[in-house]
C-alpha cells in the first residue's frame, strides 16, 4: 500500500491489540532501508494512547531508538502502567521485533486543566507556503539535477506536503546558518480528527527534517550521501490542540554539532502563529569515508 492521503496514515499508526497491553504494527517505508522513526514513534504513542480511560490527553514523551528497524517484520509494543495519578498518568512502551527491543518510550498524560498562558512568536518574515515550492514541485521542475539519493527519497509518494522555506544548492559547497523552516500540511480530509489522532500525526511528521538544521552547520563538506544518520532519541511537547486544515510551519534551528552527533529543536506553529508543539531530538551524524 502507498500512502497518499492522512487516511493511508491513520491506518498505519492505529495499532491491532494482540493482548492485554500489547500492540502490533507494520510498517511503511518513507524512502530509507530502516522503519520510519517518525513511525515507531506516533505508533508507540498509539499504543499508550489505548490504555487512557480516564480522557487524559498526552503532554509529553520522551524516547530512544536502540535498533534500526526491521521494514519486513512487524513491531510489536508492550504498554506498562506505570502510574495513575490525581492529575497525570504515565505509560511506559517497549517496541520489539523478533524479540529484540529496538525502541523505548516514556508518556504523559494531564487531565485538562485551566492555568497561566504565554508562548513565544512565530517568525512572521518567514515566506508562505502559496510562495514556495513543494518537494513534488522540485521533482518536476530539476528531476535528474537533484542528487541521486535526495531524489529517491522525495520521489516516494507522501500523506503529507512539504514546502521548505530556505532550499539548499548541493552544488553549492558552503556552510549555512543552523536553522530551517518547512511547511507542511496533510493530503486528504482532515476534518474528523480527534485530538488524540492530530498528536499520532504530529509526532510522525517531527521526525522529517530535524536534522536537516544540523546538516546545513556543515554543508561545505557534509551531505546526507557522505554522512550516516539515525535518529537516537526524541521529545516532544503538546501544548494546544489545533486542526490540519492548513499549513503548519515547523521551526527547527541546531545549538549544536560534536562526537558524530548533531542535536536540535523546533517549535510547530499554526499558520495564524499558535505554538502547538515543541520537538528535541539528537541524532547520529558520522561522517563516512568518500
Do not use: C
Amino acid at each position: 500500500m502507498i500512502m497518499t492521503k492522512v487516511e493511508d496514515l491513520l491506518e498505519l499508526l492505529n495499532l491491532k491489540s494482540v493482548d492485554v497491553n500489547v500492540f502490533q504494527g507494520y510498517n511503511k517505508t518513507v524512502g530509507s532501508p530502516n522503519v520510519f522513526g517518525g513511525q515507531v514513534l506516533a505508533q508507540a504513542i498509539n499504543a499508550a494512547s489505548q490504555t487512557i480511560t480516564n480522557n487524559r490527553v498526552l503532554h509529553s514523551m520522551h524516547a530512544y531508538f536502540l535498533e534500526a528497524g526491521n521494514l519486513e517484520l512487524p513491531i510489536i509494543y508492550n504498554v506498562a502502567l506505570v502510574r495513575d495519578g490525581g492529575s497525570f498518568s504515565v505509560r511506559r512502551v517497549t517496541a520489539d521485533q523478533n524479540g529484540k527491543t529496538i525502541f523505548i518510550l516514556s508518556a504523559s498524560f494531564h487531565k485538562k486543566e485551566d492555568g497561566y498562558n504565554h508562548q513565544i512568536d512565530i517568525n512572521t518574515k518567514v515566506k508562505q507556503p502559496e510562495e514556495l515550492m513543494s518537494w513534488t514541485d522540485m521533482l518536476e521542475q530539476f528531476g535528474d539535477a537533484i542528487p541521486k539519493k535526495t531524489k529517491g527519497f522525495i520521489e516516494i509518494e507522501r500523506p503529507i506536503e512539504f514546502k521548505p522555506v530556505e532550499v539548499v544548492n548541493p552544488f553549492n559547497k558552503e556552510d549555512l546558518p543552523p536553522f530551517t523552516n518547512v511547511w507542511f500540511k496533510l493530503k486528504g480530509d482532515t476534518s474528523n480528527l480527534n485530538l488524540a489522532s492530530k498528536q499520532q500525526i504530529l509526532t510522525y511528521v517531527s521526525d522529517y527534517n530535524i536534522l536537516a538544521a544540523a546538516m546545513n552547520r556543515h554543508a561545505s563538506k557534509a551531505h546526507w550521501g557522505n554522512t550516516q544518520t539515525a535518529s537516537l532519541d526524541h521529545s516532544m511537547w503538546y501544548f494546544r490542540d489545533f486542526d490540519f486544515d492548513d499549513w503548519l510551519l515547523y521551526s527547527i534551528e541546531s545549538p549544536n554539532t560534536s562526537n558524530a552527533r548533531g542535536f536540535a529543536k523546533g517549535n510547530i506553529f499554526t499558520r495564524d502563529g499558535k505554538l502547538v508543539a515543541s520537538v528535541a531530538q539528537e541524532g547520529l551524524m558520522r561522517p563516512l569515508n568518500s
